[in-house]
């Protein structure tokens, strides 16, 4: 039976506190409510005592979310530690996260203490939750730079004050994989009560390390670690979510699981970014633009062949329906093949590699080679073989009527009528479309595009559908973007296999 990993998520507190990305109580509860979908066992939600706002937000939270413990953030400061407590009493499950820095920056320079009066004062914050509630986390802040049986003592004392779970933060980002990983091995072997608590990862990436780190404190014996979503966090971040529950899930060597249901993480990260204003970096582990893109024809033909030759994480596991094959200077003839493909296009060798010729020296002047571009360079490869063709289609909609569209479409030469109604002239035009093709689509995305200016506008609209788990493409381009959005439509139902 593999190990349980506990996943701390700090997005709504140590996440929040990048400058520009806070978050109102609103916007908080929806990101609370969407990791307790993710699977995330402690919310940490807020520092209450910081101001009235983080206070409302954790009592809020704590009344939205069900399971997930949520934790509020104390200093040892005995006030402190009575608002967390007054912040979390309607959580189903409440911790108080308290504590105070054990490095001899933070004694001497920030604290003007000693090591023995710390020691007193961290037993006695742990002590004075312990009263609120059962479950009390300590962190001893600057770990990283702590000696370790300095810490040894420190972590020894809280467990004995009542604290179930141990925190050691590698505060600023400097501890190398090895050392941290040391850190955790030496205080199991070292604490004598160890068994006691629950030993907690929390990493920052101020040298790009925290995943690293995180992942060797793993490895050594911690069953809790503290992340955000993105990465995002104090000045360079904390270790991402992402990172560390695809590591465990990819390795299953390891032997530790987490309760985090993956297919969520991609959404998550989108809903993050656009509270926060927060955009990703392309090259982002796991939900960057470019993570599942490939553009170099050597891996562009390789994952064609079989996805693993360049992938190690199946896109679908982190909710990304497919691996993007980026078309530029430097892709090979299977990708442009395969985008023609996407695109409907059937071309023999021959053909295949006039068209090539011709989108390598586009693909020198142009960066972006869009589908249009490709469309283009197809040239006499018309599309009026197509099997279904939009004939006719009027639409009635305005202020205060219900949206109507009358469609006729030919089917192998066949005229073929319908009507229906909708929410809005587009949904009704695709919705009477649907009862004539009679096949279960899903539609996917549907972006509108202007390609001129002016009210006088061509609209370009491109579609996926979804038919039998397959994705499929579509195009329009017209003046009128409801005959756009049904030509767009009909284009990819044109791309789905005729029924045999």
């Not at 990101?31 to 954790?58: M, N, Q, T, Y």
């Not at 996805?307 to 003839?333: F, K």
Request: charged share 25%.
């Amino acid at each position: 039976m593999a190990d349980r990993l506990y996943i701390f998520d700090t997005t709504l507190r140590d996440g929040e506190q990048v400058p520009g990305c806070q978050l109102n109580t609103v916007e908080k509860i929806e990101v609370a409510k969407r990791l307790e979908e993710l699977g995330v066992d402690i919310i940490e939600a807020g520092f209450p005592i910081s101001s009235p706002g983080d206070f409302k937000s954790v009592v809020e939270i704590s009344k939205a979310v069900t399971w997930p413990t949520i934790c509020a953030l104390s200093r040892a400061i005995e006030k402190d530690i009575d608002i967390a407590a007054d912040a979390l009493k309607y959580a189903k499950k409440g911790r108080i996260h308290t504590g105070i820095g054990t490095s001899p920056y933070h004694i001497k320079y920030k604290l003007k203490s000693n090591e023995d009066e710390i020691i007193e004062r961290a037993t006695r914050a742990v002590a004075h939750a312990k009263k609120y509630v059962e479950d009390v986390e300590f962190y001893a802040e600057d770990s990283g730079r702590t000696d370790n049986e300095y810490l040894a003592k420190v972590i020894e004392a809280v467990i004995a004050a009542g604290a179930t779970v141990v925190n050691i933060p590698d505060t600023t980002g400097y501890c190398l994989p090895q050392e941290y990983g040391e850190k955790i091995r030496f205080l199991k072997e070292n604490v004598k009560n160890i068994d006691k608590a629950i030993i907690s990862t929390h990493c920052h990436n101020d040298l790009g390390m925290a995943t690293a780190n995180t992942m060797s404190g793993i490895l050594n014996g911690a069953r809790q670690a503290e992340v955000t979503l993105n990465g995002i966090g104090e000045r360079a971040g904390n270790t991402s979510l992402e990172e560390v529950t695809m590591i465990l899930k990819s390795h299953k060597e390891i032997g530790i699981d987490t309760n985090i249901n993956s297919k969520n993480i991609y959404q998550m990260s989108r809903l993050v970014s656009t509270l926060m204003n927060m955009p990703v970096q392309p090259n982002k582990a796991i939900v960057g633009r470019n993570a599942f893109a490939h553009s170099s024809g050597i891996h562009q033909d390789g994952v064609l062949k079989h996805r693993e030759n360049y992938e190690i994480i199946d896109p679908v596991d982190v909710g990304i329906n497919e691996s993007s094959i980026v078309l530029t200077a430097r892709s090979g003839r299977a990708a442009l093949k395969h985008r023609l493909n996407v695109l409907g296009y059937e071309l023999d060798k021959t053909k295949l590699d006039g068209v090539y010729e011709k989108f390598l020296r586009l693909a020198d002047r142009k960066k972006d080679i869009k589908d249009e571009d490709v469309t283009q360079l197809v040239g006499s490869i018309k599309k009026e073989d197509r099997r279904l063709k939009l004939e006719y289609l009027q639409v009635v909609t305005g202020k205060g009527l219900e949206s109507m569209a009358s469609v006729r479409i030919s089917i192998a030469g066949e005229s073929f009528e319908s009507s229906s109604t909708g929410n809005g002239p587009v949904d009704a035009a695709i919705k009477a479309i649907k009862l004539i093709i009679k096949r279960k689509v899903i539609l996917e995305e549907f972006l509108i595009q202007a390609i001129t200016r002016g009210s006088d506008d061509v609209g370009k609209v491109h579609m996926q559908v979804l038919h039998e788990k397959q994705i499929y493409y579509g195009f329009g381009a017209n003046t009128d973007i409801i005959t756009a959005s049904a030509e767009a439509f009909i284009d990819a139902l044109n791309k789905i296999p005729a029924r045999k």
